[in-house]
């Protein structure tokens, strides 16, 4: 394990779209959003999060060969490890391998289709507002919400980065989309 530190603070996550995704939709889809793989999105969303810690902390990361895990250097440079399978745990997300799901998925293009046309690159800002245009059908606005979560929290790339383009057919699928390991 190598003991330099190769730390980075990046602040993409915009928790905030949670509250814009649920704030948004009716009764009957906020309800199926608190009973979603994201439900414990909704309850983080508001948590205090102390800069200093995260600060303290990440400047004792240390180097892993293991993109699953990462190492902290702590008190009397003793190593300690946090598994993305326990970020997975305390986020209640099914974990597994998302390559057996890759084909399950159903390339149906149909939400690619009515709100992006060709959809050559689509990107966060054009998602978040075909979420926020949406008014006729609310199944797709929570669709589309649960996409722009995705996005704008667990992905959490720059808004001019193109969409992950799998996930337009995978929200498609409710039941499917709340078994995937999010990985």
Avoid at 153 to 173: C, E, P, Q, S, Y
């Amino acid at each position: 394990m190598n003991l330099v530190t190769e730390s980075k603070v990046s602040s993409r996550s915009i928790l905030l779209k949670i509250d814009a995704v649920y704030n948004a939709l009716d009764n009957e889809h906020n309800e199926l959003f608190l009973n979603s793989c994201f439900e414990n999105l909704y309850n983080v969303r508001t948590m205090q999060i102390s800069l200093k810690l995260i600060h303290n902390l990440l400047i004792r990361k240390v180097r892993s060969k293991n993109a699953d895990e990462l190492w902290f250097c702590l008190e009397n440079e003793q190593a300690t490890r946090f598994l993305f399978f326990e970020f997975m745990l305390v986020m209640s997300f099914k974990p597994g391998d998302e390559a057996e799901y890759k084909n399950i998925i159903v390339q149906n293009r149909r939400l690619l289709e009515i709100y992006f046309g060709d959809g050559s690159k689509i990107t966060p800002s054009h998602l978040y507002k075909a979420f926020d245009n949406e008014e006729d059908n609310m199944d797709d606005k929570y669709k589309l919400g649960l996409a722009c979560i995705y996005e704008s929290v667990l992905r959490a790339k720059k808004l001019n980065t193109k969409i992950d383009g799998h996930i337009l057919n995978l929200v498609d699928d409710l039941d499917l989309f709340n078994q995937y390991p999010w990985g």
